[in-house]
């Protein structure tokens, strides 16, 4: 018997920020200990965050397999010394895993029987929580001020899984759209830099 597409999404996503997570840690050549906690903290805090708010187990503690594969890739890019990893490509696991949790934590959500807002909300944090928290510790500009689409890409996953899901598509019809549709927003912005549009003060601040 085949998982159900959610837990495959929600162990891709780990696994894929796990690896970004290692790899900030091992720009700054840092140890392995410190490598596997990058990943973890990467792979894990923003499903952690969720499952806290709404009130729900948190998903690790009951299933440690979640921490396995964070540890897994952690090693896995430490051991290689990134060899092979072309930055260009870790923006790409990035956008999939971004993606893919952004789909996780709005399911999760509507599981809870939380509403559509809500359900997106979660979706995003979900998906954005642990780069910032990467991003803090690794002493670098965060996510949150990218001026190239990001946190938008996460909540267009989120919204369409969330409206598919309310007009009665298949779950893994709705699940794989919104992670498509997380794909091509943000892989827009990595090939063709799309931004949203910026206020400029109009005056000295």
């Known amino acids: 018997m085949f998982p159900a597409p959610s837990v495959v999404l929600d162990y891709l996503g780990v696994g894929f920020f796990a690896v970004t997570g290692a790899m900030a840690a091992l720009e700054r050549r840092q140890d392995i200990i410190t490598c596997i906690f990058f990943g973890a903290i990467t792979g894990i805090g923003g499903g952690t965050l969720r499952d806290l708010l709404i009130g729900a187990p948190v998903f690790w503690v009951h299933t440690p397999a979640y921490l396995v594969v964070c540890v897994v890739a952690a090693l896995a890019v430490w051991l290689s010394r990134g060899a092979g990893i072309n930055p260009r490509v870790l923006l790409w696991v990035d956008a999939v895993g971004l993606s893919a949790y952004a ?11 939380l509403g559509a807002p809500v359900c997106i909300v979660m979706g995003v944090l979900t998906a954005c929580f642990g780069g910032v928290l990467r991003d803090v510790l690794a002493e670098q500009p965060s996510v949150l001020l990218r001026r190239e689409i990001y946190v938008t890409a996460a909540i267009a996953a989120a919204s369409v899984f969330v409206i598919a899901s309310a007009l009665g598509l298949a779950h893994a019809w709705a699940a794989a759209i919104g992670v498509c549709t997380g ?3 943000r892989g827009g912005a990595l090939t063709f830099g799309w ?4 206020a400029e003060p109009r005056g000295p601040l």
Do not use: E, F, H
């Open 195 to 198: 931004r949203l549009p910026v």
């Open 103 to 113: 789909v996780v934590g709005a399911d999760k959500a509507l599981d809870a029987g």
């Open 183 to 185: 794909l091509i927003v």
